[in-house]
T-cell receptor
């Protein structure tokens, strides 16, 4: 059984640029959630995808968007990067929609200069 | 007011001590309560998962939920240096969104 993998692990962007982060779900999991974790804070829910559809969204602007693919892997896209977007972006998979035990990847650390 | 409040610490204890970590929450609709452990430069991993009020024990870890006071606790017995991590309490209503506290940094000194 493979765990949740994320790429890239670290990246640096400048303000105004766009970024795509990728996630492969744990084997057998059909639901992916994305969280943003700022330094010294807990993870904040961005959105969830279930069966390739957005299943729910947190308090993030539309420049945060996502995709889920038929193999349940997922992307998080952020446009027009701002300095406050600097954070650890965590992908978590679970089975069956909703939220139960979240299996997290190790995250992608984004720095916006 | 944040839906889940947690003292960020840091909390430093000697090896073998009993550790008490606490959170409060404001949303009466929360039914599920969790504790995640996050090591430095890693993603969170689930430690304990409970439904409604009551206690749950797993080895050296005990989770307590008191819904009447909206209070969540995690106790760690015989703490070890390997327990040094950030502990995140979390809750959800059964929907799609899990709400996390800010995390408490714990240091266990050998």
């Amino acid at each position: 059984e493979t765990g949740v993998t994320q790429s890239p692990t670290h990246l640096i962007k400048t303000r105004g640029q766009q970024v795509t982060l990728r996630c492969s779900s744990q084997s057998g999991h059909n639901t992916v959630s994305w969280y943003q974790q700022a330094l010294g804070q807990g993870p904040q829910f961005i959105f969830q995808y279930y069966r390739e559809e957005e299943n729910g969204r947190g308090n993030f602007p539309p420049r945060f968007s996502g995709l889920q693919f038929p193999n349940y892997s997922s992307e998080l896209n952020v446009n027009a990067l701002e300095l406050d977007d600097s954070a650890l972006y965590l992908c978590a998979s679970t089975l069956g929609g909703g939220t139960g035990e979240l299996f997290f990847g190790e995250g992608s650390r984004l720095t916006v200069l | 007011q944040k839906e889940v409040e947690q003292d960020p610490g840091p909390l430093s204890v000697p090896e073998g001590a009993i550790v008490s970590l606490n959170c409060t929450y404001s949303n009466s609709a929360f039914q599920y309560f969790m504790w995640y452990r996050q090591y430095s430069r890693k993603g969170p991993e689930l430690l304990m998962y409970t439904y409604s009020s009551g206690n749950k024990e797993d080895g050296r870890f005990t989770a307590q939920v008191d819904k009447s006071s909206k209070y969540i606790s995690l106790f760690i017995r015989d703490s070890q240096p390997s327990d040094s991590a950030t502990y995140l309490c979390a809750s959800h209503t059964g929907g799609f969104k899990t709400i996390f506290g800010a995390g408490t940094r714990l240091f266990v000194k050998a």
